[in-house]
Structure formats: C-alpha cells, structure tokens
C-alpha cells in the first residue's frame, strides 16, 4: 500500500438494546424493554462524524416502532448513514420458523424502519448471525440486495458455550438456541463477499468481518469478551489486526 492510497472497509453496527441483550442471558427484565439507544445513538452519531464515517447500522423493528426512539433513528438516517433490517424481535431462533413466519418478522421490521427513518432497508442480518435457506428465499422475495448475516469464525461454537455458561436461560431457551454464533460449517464459509444462488435469482452476501488464516473475528463483541479474560492478548490481537490501517 503506497502513502496516497485510502484503505477501503465496510463498517457496520448491530444496534442491539438493552433488552435484546437481557433476553439473550435469559433474564427476565428484558419483557419491560429496558432501552440505553438514548445514550448510544448520541454518542454514536457524534463519534462517526467526528471522523467523517457512514456505517450500515442494523436496526432492530421492535426499537423502530417505539415513538421515543424514531427521533433517534430518523438522526441516523440523516446523518447519511445506511438502515437495514436486523429483524423484528431480535430472536435468534428466527431461522428455525417456517418461511411464512420468517416473512411476517422481517416484513414488519421493514415497515417499522420505513417510517422511523424514511428508508426501506435492502440489507439484512439475522439476530445472533442466524440464517437459513427460507431466511435467504424470503429477502429475495422482498427485494433486499444484500444479506450480511454470515460469520465464518470458528469460535463459533466455543463463543456458544461462553455464553451458555455465563447465561441463566432455561432448558427450552438453550434448545432454541442451539445453534447460536453457527458451528464449524459456518466457520468455513468464504472471508469475502460473495453471492447465493437462488431459486428466485442471486443475493449478495457480504460476511461479518474475520481475519484470514486464523479465522478469528473482528468483532467488537469478541474483543469485549477477550479483553475480559486475558487483558494482554487483548492489546496484542489489537495491535496485530490494525497493522497498516
């Protein structure tokens, strides 16, 4: 890389709230939908520009269609950042429904966001990079240009068994998410952007960043996770996966 050229990245936020995350640890505060986007999304607004970035930021419908949050939303849009759909319930369960039922979720996030924002997403991840061939057929059906659920880590399943461990969900919630962060077939999937073959024609799908070789994530999850068990490798990892940006 010579000193004129600009390094290129896709950069993406999962604006995951509060509840979504104390649902996931199966905590039982989640079903009051705690909120923390009223000091997040300030904060995230004023970092971007400050450095004059626009992020793809995945939005959740449940959030979309409360009315506190729209002002929220709609600033995001504004500022020039893209919306897309991050389902509507955020259940990580959602590739396991039939396909009608998969529809209805994200048509209603879809909805949702339109009107908070203004923009009819074209792009998709699934709750917990949940993903499935009915959840492809139906962004295809509906238009979307983009999936961007994929996460060819092979931490996947150790990640799951972290998060089993340090969670207090009940047995039928540990069977319903079972495949939570994929397993070792998804930690094989192609690093780069690539495109599915459908019945109903080509979707592009662009993966949740991880580094070659290792295949280990770039993911701020991840380093939040690392950063608490071994703070050194932490620095290390840092330090090892910005060298020349």
């Known amino acids: 890389m010579t000193p004129s050229e600009t390094p290129s990245a896709t950069l993406s936020l999962d604006l995951d709230n509060l509840w979504a995350y104390l649902r996931s640890y199966g905590d039982e505060e989640w079903r009051t939908y705690p909120s923390f986007l009223h000091r997040a999304v300030p904060r995230f607004l004023e970092a971007t520009a400050r450095r004059g970035l626009r992020m793809t930021v995945f939005v959740v419908g449940r959030d979309a269609e409360q009315a506190d949050h729209r002002p929220l939303l709609e600033a995001i849009a504004a ?55 009915a959840v492809l057929d139906v962004l295809n059906d509906r238009g979307y240009r983009y999936d961007a659920t994929t ?29 939570l962060f994929g397993g070792l077939r998804e930690g094989l999937r192609p690093l780069n952007p690539y495109r599915w073959d459908l019945s109903g024609g080509p979707l592009a799908e662009v993966p949740v ?3 070659p070789l290792l295949r280990v994530p770039v993911h ?9 068990l071994t703070p050194p490798y932490f620095y290390l990892y840092l330090r090892e996966t910005t060298v020349g940006w």
Request: aromatic letters at 10%; a positive charge; glycine letters at 8%.
């Open 79 to 133: 500022a020039g950042h893209e919306v897309s759909n991050h389902s509507y319930d955020h259940a990580p369960w959602l590739h396991r429904h039939p396909q009608d039922r998969i529809a209805e979720d994200i048509a209603r996030a879809e909805e949702a966001i339109g009107f908070a924002t203004g923009q009819r997403p074209s792009g998709f991840r699934g709750p917990a990079f949940s993903l499935s061939a």
């Open 151 to 179: 996460f060819p880590t092979i931490l996947g399943p150790l990640a799951r068994a972290y998060h089993r461990a340090t969670s207090r969900l009940d047995a039928e919630e540990r069977r319903r998410q079972d495949g």
């Open 209 to 211: 960043t991880t580094l």
């Open 220 to 228: 701020a999850t991840y380093l939040k996770g690392v950063t608490y």
